[in-house]
Protein backbone atom coordinates (compact mmCIF):
# COMPACT_ATOMS: atom_id res chain seq x y z
CA UNK A 1 0.00 0.00 0.00
CA UNK A 2 1.05 3.84 -0.59
CA UNK A 3 1.37 5.86 2.24
CA UNK A 4 0.59 9.65 1.76
CA UNK A 5 2.85 11.63 4.48
CA UNK A 6 1.13 15.34 4.96
CA UNK A 7 3.48 17.88 6.61
CA UNK A 8 1.68 21.02 7.49
CA UNK A 9 4.45 23.81 7.97
CA UNK A 10 4.83 27.39 8.99
CA UNK A 11 7.74 28.52 10.23
CA UNK A 12 10.27 25.59 10.19
CA UNK A 13 13.22 26.89 8.80
CA UNK A 14 15.81 25.48 11.46
CA UNK A 15 14.15 21.60 11.23
CA UNK A 16 11.89 21.39 8.06
CA UNK A 17 15.00 20.08 6.26
CA UNK A 18 15.82 17.21 8.78
CA UNK A 19 11.80 16.51 8.97
CA UNK A 20 11.39 15.20 5.52
CA UNK A 21 14.74 13.33 5.27
CA UNK A 22 13.82 11.36 7.97
CA UNK A 23 10.52 10.64 6.35
CA UNK A 24 12.47 9.89 3.14
CA UNK A 25 14.88 7.55 4.79
CA UNK A 26 11.50 4.90 5.89
CA UNK A 27 11.23 1.97 3.71
CA UNK A 28 7.60 2.08 2.93
CA UNK A 29 6.35 3.47 -0.26
CA UNK A 30 5.51 6.90 0.45
CA UNK A 31 4.87 10.35 -1.54
CA UNK A 32 5.34 13.28 0.71
CA UNK A 33 2.85 16.65 0.42
CA UNK A 34 4.09 19.54 1.82
CA UNK A 35 1.90 22.84 3.17
CA UNK A 36 3.68 25.70 3.29
CA UNK A 37 1.46 27.71 5.11
CA UNK A 38 2.94 30.97 3.65
CA UNK A 39 6.16 30.76 6.10
CA UNK A 40 8.01 34.15 6.08
CA UNK A 41 11.48 32.83 7.53
CA UNK A 42 12.55 31.28 4.57
CA UNK A 43 11.05 27.87 5.21
CA UNK A 44 9.00 28.25 1.56
CA UNK A 45 12.14 28.98 -0.23
CA UNK A 46 14.34 26.27 1.28
CA UNK A 47 11.48 23.74 0.51
CA UNK A 48 11.81 24.88 -3.37
CA UNK A 49 14.72 23.05 -3.02
CA UNK A 50 14.18 20.14 -2.08
CA UNK A 51 13.67 17.41 -4.08
CA UNK A 52 10.78 14.43 -4.22
CA UNK A 53 8.37 16.38 -2.67
CA UNK A 54 4.85 17.69 -3.84
CA UNK A 55 5.21 21.30 -2.26
CA UNK A 56 1.67 23.26 -2.08
CA UNK A 57 2.29 26.99 -0.88
CA UNK A 58 -1.01 28.80 1.07
CA UNK A 59 -0.95 32.14 -0.46
CA UNK A 60 -1.84 33.70 3.82
CA UNK A 61 -1.58 31.64 6.70
CA UNK A 62 -4.78 29.74 7.78
CA UNK A 63 -3.36 27.27 9.72
CA UNK A 64 -2.12 23.74 10.60
CA UNK A 65 -6.04 22.40 9.78
CA UNK A 66 -6.51 24.12 6.58
CA UNK A 67 -3.51 23.05 5.69
CA UNK A 68 -4.42 19.21 6.39
CA UNK A 69 -7.14 19.85 4.26
CA UNK A 70 -5.20 21.34 1.27
CA UNK A 71 -3.30 18.81 1.30
CA UNK A 72 -6.04 15.98 1.39
CA UNK A 73 -7.05 17.36 -2.34
CA UNK A 74 -3.58 16.27 -3.13
CA UNK A 75 -2.56 12.96 -2.31
CA UNK A 76 -3.13 9.58 -3.86
CA UNK A 77 -1.90 6.92 -1.16
CA UNK A 78 -4.08 4.30 -0.15
CA UNK A 79 -3.25 5.48 3.83
CA UNK A 80 -2.78 9.45 5.26
CA UNK A 81 -0.30 10.08 8.03
CA UNK A 82 0.27 13.20 9.16
CA UNK A 83 4.32 14.35 10.37
CA UNK A 84 4.98 17.70 11.57
CA UNK A 85 7.63 19.75 10.54
CA UNK A 86 10.11 19.89 13.38
CA UNK A 87 11.70 16.32 15.15
CA UNK A 88 9.35 15.55 17.96
CA UNK A 89 8.21 12.45 16.32
CA UNK A 90 10.06 9.65 14.53
CA UNK A 91 9.22 8.44 11.28
CA UNK A 92 10.55 5.48 12.02
CA UNK A 93 7.37 4.96 13.68
CA UNK A 94 5.60 4.76 10.08
CA UNK A 95 5.80 0.76 10.41
CA UNK A 96 4.47 0.06 13.49
CA UNK A 97 1.38 2.79 12.48
CA UNK A 98 0.43 1.57 9.22
CA UNK A 99 0.82 -2.39 10.54
CA UNK A 100 -3.09 -2.24 11.77
CA UNK A 101 -4.19 -0.25 8.69
CA UNK A 102 -2.89 -2.75 6.22
CA UNK A 103 -3.60 -5.92 7.87
CA UNK A 104 -7.59 -4.86 8.56
CA UNK A 105 -7.43 -4.29 12.58
CA UNK A 106 -7.84 -1.12 12.58
CA UNK A 107 -9.73 2.01 10.41
CA UNK A 108 -7.35 4.51 12.01
CA UNK A 109 -4.12 4.50 14.03
CA UNK A 110 -2.86 6.44 16.88
CA UNK A 111 0.25 7.28 17.86
CA UNK A 112 0.38 7.52 22.02
CA UNK A 113 3.08 9.54 23.78
CA UNK A 114 1.71 8.28 27.11
CA UNK A 115 1.03 4.44 26.73
CA UNK A 116 5.04 3.82 27.95
CA UNK A 117 4.45 6.30 30.46
CA UNK A 118 4.50 10.28 30.98
CA UNK A 119 6.96 11.97 28.12
CA UNK A 120 8.81 14.77 29.24
CA UNK A 121 7.27 17.43 28.46
CA UNK A 122 5.63 20.76 29.76
CA UNK A 123 3.89 20.16 33.05
CA UNK A 124 0.90 22.41 31.53
CA UNK A 125 0.78 20.67 28.01
CA UNK A 126 1.15 17.16 29.71
CA UNK A 127 -2.39 18.32 31.94
CA UNK A 128 -3.88 19.59 28.30
CA UNK A 129 -3.01 16.52 27.09
CA UNK A 130 -4.60 14.05 29.40
CA UNK A 131 -7.50 16.71 30.27
CA UNK A 132 -8.25 16.01 26.14
CA UNK A 133 -8.06 12.38 26.39
CA UNK A 134 -10.19 11.98 29.34
CA UNK A 135 -12.70 14.04 27.43
CA UNK A 136 -12.74 12.29 24.40
CA UNK A 137 -12.88 8.98 26.21
CA UNK A 138 -15.75 10.28 28.32
CA UNK A 139 -18.38 11.70 25.76
CA UNK A 140 -17.38 8.99 22.93
CA UNK A 141 -17.16 6.08 25.12
CA UNK A 142 -13.70 4.98 23.76
CA UNK A 143 -10.17 4.73 25.46
CA UNK A 144 -8.32 7.45 24.13
CA UNK A 145 -5.03 7.99 25.74
CA UNK A 146 -3.52 10.73 23.80
CA UNK A 147 -6.31 12.48 21.73
CA UNK A 148 -4.04 15.01 20.67
CA UNK A 149 -1.05 13.40 19.22
CA UNK A 150 -0.11 14.45 15.84
CA UNK A 151 1.00 10.65 15.01
CA UNK A 152 -2.77 9.92 13.33
CA UNK A 153 -2.96 7.44 10.54
CA UNK A 154 -6.30 6.70 8.14
CA UNK A 155 -7.63 4.84 5.63
CA UNK A 156 -7.12 7.90 2.99
CA UNK A 157 -10.91 7.40 1.53
CA UNK A 158 -11.99 7.70 5.57
CA UNK A 159 -10.50 10.79 5.98
CA UNK A 160 -11.29 12.18 2.83
CA UNK A 161 -15.31 11.34 3.65
CA UNK A 162 -14.75 13.43 6.88
CA UNK A 163 -16.23 16.88 5.28
CA UNK A 164 -13.51 18.45 7.81
CA UNK A 165 -14.10 22.05 8.62
CA UNK A 166 -10.89 22.65 11.18
CA UNK A 167 -8.73 25.61 10.06
CA UNK A 168 -6.64 25.56 13.27
CA UNK A 169 -5.05 23.18 15.45
CA UNK A 170 -9.07 21.34 16.09
CA UNK A 171 -8.04 18.93 13.44
CA UNK A 172 -7.27 16.71 16.38
CA UNK A 173 -10.42 16.85 17.89
CA UNK A 174 -12.42 17.04 14.90
CA UNK A 175 -11.16 14.31 13.24
CA UNK A 176 -11.50 11.83 16.68
CA UNK A 177 -15.05 13.04 17.04
CA UNK A 178 -16.15 12.41 13.48
CA UNK A 179 -14.21 9.08 13.43
CA UNK A 180 -15.59 7.36 16.73
CA UNK A 181 -19.48 8.65 16.02
CA UNK A 182 -18.78 7.45 12.72
CA UNK A 183 -17.91 4.02 14.19
CA UNK A 184 -14.58 3.75 13.00
CA UNK A 185 -12.12 1.69 15.16
CA UNK A 186 -9.72 3.64 16.75
CA UNK A 187 -6.05 1.14 18.07
CA UNK A 188 -3.46 3.12 19.51
CA UNK A 189 0.35 2.12 19.63
CA UNK A 190 2.95 3.38 21.77
CA UNK A 191 5.43 5.91 19.98
CA UNK A 192 8.85 7.87 20.73
CA UNK A 193 8.62 11.57 21.64
CA UNK A 194 10.81 14.16 22.17
CA UNK A 195 9.00 17.50 22.81
CA UNK A 196 10.15 20.74 22.19
CA UNK A 197 9.78 24.01 23.92
CA UNK A 198 7.87 27.51 22.74
CA UNK A 199 11.19 28.48 22.77
CA UNK A 200 11.93 26.71 20.00
CA UNK A 201 9.29 27.18 18.22
CA UNK A 202 6.19 24.92 19.34
CA UNK A 203 2.99 27.36 18.49
CA UNK A 204 0.10 25.49 19.91
CA UNK A 205 -1.46 27.95 22.80
CA UNK A 206 -3.67 27.52 26.42
CA UNK A 207 -6.65 29.19 23.95
CA UNK A 208 -6.22 26.12 21.07
CA UNK A 209 -6.69 23.85 24.04
CA UNK A 210 -9.94 25.59 24.71
CA UNK A 211 -11.09 25.14 21.66
CA UNK A 212 -10.31 21.62 21.27
CA UNK A 213 -12.16 20.74 24.25
CA UNK A 214 -15.11 22.51 22.65
CA UNK A 215 -14.57 21.36 19.38
CA UNK A 216 -15.32 17.55 21.13
CA UNK A 217 -18.31 18.45 23.05
CA UNK A 218 -19.32 19.92 19.91
CA UNK A 219 -19.10 16.97 17.63
CA UNK A 220 -20.20 14.65 20.01
CA UNK A 221 -24.24 16.40 19.32
CA UNK A 222 -23.35 17.32 16.26
CA UNK A 223 -22.16 15.75 12.86
Given at each position: ???????????????IEE???????????????????????????????????K???????M?????I????E???????IIQ?????????????????????K??????????Q???????A?Y??????????????????????????A??A??I???N?????F??????????L???????????????????????????????A????I???F??
Open positions: MKLSVIIPAYNELDTSIARVKRVRLETEIVVVDDCSTDGTRELLQKIPDILVPHACNGKGMARTALQVTGDIVDADLEYDPEDFHAMVEPIISGADVVYGSRFLGRPKMNPNLANRILAISASVLFGARITDEATCYKFRDLKGMLTCRREFCPEVTAKARSGFKIVEIPIRYTARTVEHGKKISAWDGFVLWTLKYRVK
